[in-house]
């Protein structure tokens, strides 16, 4: 007598196996989410750095950018987005600002800087209004709650990164 048999699998069989997956799948995006929020802060915290000191280096070797004299360089600090300009002082009309906004999510959750900026002051590239009790910048990424903070002295320098 021949057997009539049905291979595959039962549905308790293919629920267990389906909420196994399910589970993996989850965990996976979770790490990789946590993952992608910190090498973006990461990466926004290095060009700040970088552009802190681009804005510096102008400073000290007189960088004219087409004007007819050297000037001081800074960096001027909003939540979503900091700003370099020319002079000794931010002026949000001056047409020569240059802005970069911070991917959607990151900000700078405390801007603790005089006038929330800093200045470069010309050839010697110190900072003009440097104050040692306002002197760090943080920046959050407002979806994992990661911060780094930017400590800059008076000759500045970032003293500190944490």
Not at 57 to 71: F, H, I, N, R, Y
Not at 75 to 87: A, D, Q, S, V
Not at 112 to 125: A, E, M
């Amino acid at each position: 007598m021949k057997k009539n048999l049905r291979s595959g699998f039962s549905l308790p069989e293919l629920m267990i196996v389906l909420t196994i997956m399910g589970i993996l799948f989850s965990l996976t995006t979770i790490n990789l989410l946590n993952a992608y929020g910190s090498n973006t802060l990461n990466t926004t915290l290095s060009t700040e750095q970088a552009d802190l000191k681009q804005q510096q280096l102008k400073a000290m070797v007189g960088d004219t950018e087409g004007q007819s004299s050297p000037d001081s360089y800074g960096i001027y600090f909003e939540t979503g987005r900091y700003i370099l300009f020319k002079g000794m002082a931010y002026s949000a009309s001056d047409p020569l600002n240059f802005s970069i906004d911070l991917n959607r999510d990151l900000q700078f959750s405390s801007i603790q800087l005089p006038n929330s900026q800093i200045v470069f002051t010309k050839n010697s590239g110190e900072v003009s209004n440097y104050n040692a009790n306002f002197d760090n910048v943080t920046l959050k990424n407002i979806n994992t709650n990661q911060t780094k903070t930017i400590r800059i002295n008076q000759y500045g320098a970032v003293i500190d990164v944490y």
